[in-house]
């Protein structure tokens, strides 16, 4: 999920917040983009998708995430060194 933001978004860093089941094999999970909370979002998704490596991910409401929106998404391997992620099983309790 990291590298489908990357690949859209111009980012140095990524911290997943939460995670929930919201319906039958249907899920969500909070993340905050750039240490800025004014850059918190939502994505959904279900056990059935899957997510393909080469798209990039779509972020709403779309004002909320223009400025960081890359023009033409990354291809390619995503270089992902220069990225921050903080996932959930890694946040300290």
């Keep these: 999920m990291a590298m489908n933001i990357v690949r859209g978004y ?10 929930s089941c919201v319906g039958p094999e249907m899920y969500t999970i909070n993340f905050k983009l750039n ?11 279900s056990k059935a998708m899957t997510l393909n490596p080469k798209e990039s991910a ?7 995430f223009a400025s960081l929106k890359r023009v033409v998404p990354l291809t390619g391997k995503i270089d992902m060194s220069h990225v921050k992620v903080k ?4 946040m300290e309790q």
Excluded: H, M
């Design 87 to 90: 996932y959930l099983w890694s």
């Design 58 to 64: 779509a972020l709403g409401p779309i004002e909320d």
């Design 35 to 45: 240490d800025n909370d004014k850059y918190r979002g939502v994505l959904s998704y």
């Design 10 to 19: 111009k980012v140095n860093s990524i911290e997943f917040t939460e995670s």
